[in-house]
């Protein structure tokens, strides 16, 4: 059953510690994206990689950091100068990254700074 | 400024009824357009979309209309159901990369 899978579903961390967000594809994606929802609001765009071992900033990228070394994994790591971590953290892929081609996207983490 | 806009944060329908939905973008360079509807605590599903250089594309229950000179696109949606209930995001490609709109919440009531 292919799809993207995205852990945890919630995750807590006390201020000012960095966090890692996991974010595995069995889809054979290219490309892959990272987008943060904050309430009442549509998607922002962090980062996205259209290929393995690259990877370029979206439209929110400061106080964000992500790795490509394999194409099925994409990890998000929010760092302590991300002024407000608090949000709905959703990771897609697409097969190239050509813009005809629908996004599939994970389930979601939800994450709160205490 | 925000380049994808839907004005309406909800809409509610009789079941049976048709259900638009609404999308304005400003940025004449997006070259496809495609909608996704999303259920609380779940990611996004692709829906249905258009490329720019075309006016309408339908699927089944679903047809999206794009108006480039009034840089405009709706979702129709006939007949509605209640299984349709749910958030739907409008967005706009260029480059490989997307730009969403803040969302609609359609209510289908029975």
């Known amino acids: 059953d292919g799809g993207i899978t995205q852990s945890p579903k919630y995750l807590f961390r006390k201020e000012g510690q960095n966090v890692t967000l996991s974010c595995e594809q069995n889809?054979?994606?290219?490309?892959m994206y990272w987008y943060r929802q904050d309430p009442g609001q549509g998607l922002r765009l962090i980062y996205y990689?259209?290929?393995?071992?690259?990877?370029q900033k979206g439209d929110i990228a400061e106080g964000y950091s992500v790795s490509r070394e394999k194409k099925e994994s994409f990890p998000l790591t929010v760092t302590s100068a991300q002024k407000n971590p608090t949000a709905f953290y959703l990771c897609?892929?697409?097969?190239?990254?050509?813009?005809?081609?629908?996004?599939?996207f994970g389930d979601g983490t939800r994450l709160s700074i205490l | 400024d925000q380049q994808v806009k839907q004005n309406s944060p909800s809409l509610s329908v009789q079941e049976g009824r048709i259900s638009i939905l609404n999308c304005d973008y400003t940025?004449?360079?997006?070259?496809?357009f495609l909608w996704y509807k999303k259920y609380p605590a779940e990611g996004p599903t692709f829906l249905i979309s258009?490329?720019?250089?075309?006016d309408k594309n339908e699927d089944g229950r679903f047809t999206v209309f794009l108006n480039k000179s009034a840089k405009h696109l709706s979702l129709h949606i006939v007949p509605s159901q209640p299984g349709d209930s749910a958030v739907y995001f409008c967005?706009?490609?260029?480059?490989?990369?997307?730009?969403f709109g803040d969302g609609t919440t359609l209510t289908v009531k029975p």
């Open positions: 897609a892929s697409s097969p190239t990254g050509f813009s005809n081609q629908p996004q599939h």
């Open positions: 889809l054979n994606h290219d490309a």
């Open positions: 990689s259209q290929i393995v071992n690259d990877f």
């Open positions: 940025n004449s360079m997006f070259d496809y």
């Open positions: 258009i490329s720019s250089i075309k």
């Open positions: 967005a706009a490609a260029n480059a490989g990369k997307s730009t």
